[in-house]
């Protein structure tokens, strides 16, 4: 599995930017995806997940109300929409795959539980 990260970019604070991650295969709608992030500085912590077919989603406390996970099967794409964005958003973002359970009907939320990983994506929040 390859996972192509794209969307990130330089974002005045309130503003909006939607990552983009797209998987190849034809496996993609089996697996739970995730997206992740690292500041500088920072360890990288869990932002999102959503399951195979859409059903379950959950966030991280920061992000929630502001941030959506979505994704498109028939284009093995997940979304990240970030909304009324912060200068402390501001970190490399990656996106993950647990190939590992499929049909997980859960959205495990640690890092261990995905085993492929896109190359990140760089967003930028000025104030």
């Known amino acids: 599995v390859q996972l192509q990260a794209s969307g990130g970019g330089l974002v005045q604070a309130g503003g909006s930017l939607r990552l983009s991650c797209a998987a190849s295969?034809?496996?993609?709608?089996?697996?739970?995806m995730g997206w992740f992030r690292q500041a500088p500085g920072k360890e990288r912590e869990f932002v999102a997940a959503i399951n195979w077919n859409a059903g379950m989603t959950y966030y991280a406390d920061s992000v929630k109300g502001r941030f959506t996970i979505s994704r498109d099967n028939a284009k093995n794409t997940v979304y990240l929409q970030m909304n009324s964005l912060k200068p402390e958003d501001t970190a490399v973002y990656y996106c993950?795959?647990?190939?590992?359970?499929?049909?997980?009907?859960?959205?495990?939320?640690?890092?261990?539980?995905?085993?492929?990983w896109g190359q990140g994506t760089l967003v930028t929040v000025s104030s």
């Open positions: 993950a795959a647990d190939t590992t359970t499929l049909w997980n009907p859960q959205v495990p939320s640690g890092q261990s539980e995905y085993d492929y």
């Open positions: 295969g034809r496996t993609f709608s089996r697996y739970t």
